[in-house]
């Protein structure tokens, strides 16, 4: 299987742009999540999906953040408008769900600038 | 409150030293579930390892080992003859009963092991 893949890897953009990040989970799992990290807060959770459903958005930051999952093996991370402090690597991670607490596999994440 | 606290930052080694990464958690729940994740210098993240809190047995995988006390709510990991590959950020997480499949990470501890 080829893992969490995650596109860009890298983006560069400037203030006020839309930036779009797209995930495709491993085939058959059924959870998808959207991380941040930053030196400041570490890693944490955005969005959680369970059979595509958005199950849990409460760690998105404002309504510039919104996060689609239309089949189970996509999903986008999108911010509009991207602001410096949304700079951060943005990582997808999907799962098994099925009786509970099953690991997470990450992609490579993305690192996002905005100048 | 439920959460994961990693007190070391960071720590530093000399190669083939055994280091031992500290792990304390809080959580009301009784059924919950813990991991550890490495985070090389490459950025991405790798599972190492899951247990559950009905199993205490510590585990050891080649010069791994994980150390799970309920008693004090520690989750501890070693590492004996440490190698100037193992330099990395290792997490570790929790996931609650009642948190579906999410993960709460701890602030991670940069471990740097010089030759």
């Known amino acids: 299987d080829a893992g969490v893949i995650q596109s860009p890897r890298h983006e560069v953009t400037e203030m006020g742009q839309e930036v779009t990040l797209r995930c495709k989970p491993i085939s058959g799992h059924n959870s998808l999540f959207w991380y941040r990290q930053t030196m400041m807060r570490g890693l944490e959770l955005l969005i959680y999906f369970n059979n595509n459903v958005p199950i849990d958005d409460s760690g998105m930051p404002e309504d510039r953040f919104s996060a689609k999952m239309p089949n189970a093996s996509f999903s986008t991370l999108k911010i509009q408008p991207s602001e410096p402090r949304d700079s951060a690597v943005y990582f997808c991670a999907s799962s098994l769900e099925q009786n509970g607490g099953t690991e997470a596999f990450f992609g490579q994440g993305t690192r996002l600038t905005v100048v | 409150a439920q959460k994961v606290t990693q007190a070391q930052t960071e720590i530093s080694v000399v190669e083939k030293e055994d280091v031992t990464l500290d792990c304390v958690y809080e959580?009301?729940?009784?059924?919950?579930?813990l991991f550890w994740y490495k985070q090389p210098p490459s950025g991405e993240l790798v599972f190492l390892i899951r247990r559950n809190s009905f199993d205490e047995q510590n585990e050891i995988s080649g010069r791994y080992s994980w150390n799970f006390q309920k008693s004090t709510s520690s989750f501890n990991f070693t590492i004996t003859a440490s190698q100037v590959v193992d330099s990395a950020v290792y997490f570790c997480a929790l996931i609650f009963n009642n948190a579906g499949n999410m993960l709460t990470f701890g602030g991670g501890t940069r471990l740097m092991v010089k030759p």
């Open positions: 959580t009301r729940d009784t059924t919950y579930y």
